[in-house]
């Protein structure tokens, strides 16, 4: 999964804002096996790296090796946990998710998984109709809505639609489910 280069300088600052370097070096082995910031930086052991250096390599080594989604994963999940031996509480974090869904990336707390969201539109939206038993109508194609099945239900649709953009009401814009 490769990121939007803003996203990516904001995964790296959320990192670096959360995380000191040995807890960085810790998210990497974990994802990575045998990772070390120093080692991935060319540094000796005696010099220590900051954590925004530790966390830009990381998530360098993470796009390099196709784990940026893991990285992710395993920023949530550790949030409210422990990193070596300390308490973590991963502040920014609702903010970065809700960049991340305008990207159309989003993890689905759920399945615990990092999805992109374009792919699995409809399924959600097949997912939320059977919940509700309802349709999806859209109004001269500028919105759509989400109505319960059945005559009071289309009823209201479309007296809503017609209300707000006129009598044309159409729902064979979509696919069918």
Known sequence: MQLEPAIRNDLIEL????????????????????????EAAGQHNHILLSSRKSAGLLVEQCEQSKETAA?????????????????????????????????????????????????????????????VDGRIWSSAGLDHRLCPAGPRGTRRAIRRAGAEHGPAVQSDRLPDF
């Open 71 to 131: 990285l992710i994963k395993l920023v949530v999940e550790v949030d409210d946990g422990t990193v070596h031996g300390r308490p973590v509480r991963v502040e920014g974090l609702e903010q970065f998710l809700g960049k991340l869904v305008r990207t159309g990336i989003h993890y689905d707390f759920k399945t615990r998984k990092v999805v992109a969201a374009a792919r699995n539109l409809w399924n959600f939206l097949k997912e939320k109709l059977v919940a």
């Open 15 to 38: 990192i670096a804002a959360n995380f000191k370097t040995e807890q960085v070096n810790e998210l990497g082995r974990l994802l990575l096996r045998c990772w070390d910031s120093n």
